[in-house]
């Protein structure tokens, strides 16, 4: 590659959208998005439609925003598109491969169009098909290609060039359970080797085996922005109340216990101090009439419900 990266500081947002705007004549595809997405592997969750193909064009410089502005590494899109794509690397979600040509020549070729010269672009293509499980079948024409293995060249084009930045436009569409199993295992190795990758799905599960942080977008509006919590955490226990959470809230937060709220959903996180007893006490204390209670609440599925129900009013 060409230059010297100028990368951001370790904690500065990979990608910041503020008062962010996207209509199509009557379709507003975005809503006054404000966000900031932190490095490592991040989702974006949203139902088809809900506007997460939308933000991946405006940061990639392919669309401009109707209203608001787009930076990644700290620059604004709209200031260097060419150059900002230079360091991202993207994979699209529809058909788009060359059934004429073979992976080795493809994934060569996109090598080249990032600046890499064409014997290193050869040797690079070979390193990362055989990173995506696909060395043997290098040679092969994309055309004879099963969904999966076409799916993989497409990952495989999307980093040959080492970018500093990787959006995924739903990379597991179209595969059966096993292809699915590997393909998000592929993803789980770019947060072992520290890549900033932006994943999009509309198929939770996908997010939490391999994220790290979530997005989440109802409607072309962002409803959630949060790290996702490993499952299974110990020292979280979560409660669903009936009516006003507030009591509960104010009473746990008044004891100084470290608590969140998503909707109705109220969390309580204690390294040191049996979380279930806490709530407990804290329950009791408010005359909050419990829903549901377990360490599970606080998974996905029941945030963006929360989320949803919130921004719904």
Known sequence: MTGQRELPEADAPII???????HYGNIRALEEVDLDVPPGVTGLIGANGAGKTTLIRLVLG???PTYGEVSVFGKAVED???GLRARIGYMPEGRCLPLD???????????ELAGIPPVEARRRASETLFLVGLHEERFRYLGDFSTGMQQRVKLAQSIVHDPDLVLLDEPASGLDPAGRDQMLELIGRFRRFGMNVLFSSHILDDI???CDWVVMLDAGQMIHSAPLDPPGESDRVSVEVFGDPGPLVDTLSRRG???????????VSSPSDDAFELLRDGLESSGSSVRRLGTSLSRLEDVLLAAARKANG
């Open 16 to 22: 910041e959208a503020r008062r962010l705007y996207k």
């Open 62 to 64: 392919l669309i401009r």
């Open 208 to 210: 939490e085996r391999t």
């Open 80 to 82: 260097d598109p060419a």
């Open 257 to 267: 216990i470290d608590v969140t709220m998503e909707g109705a959903v109220v969390t």
């Open 101 to 111: 040509q073979t992976a080795a020549d493809f994934v060569a070729y996109a090598a």
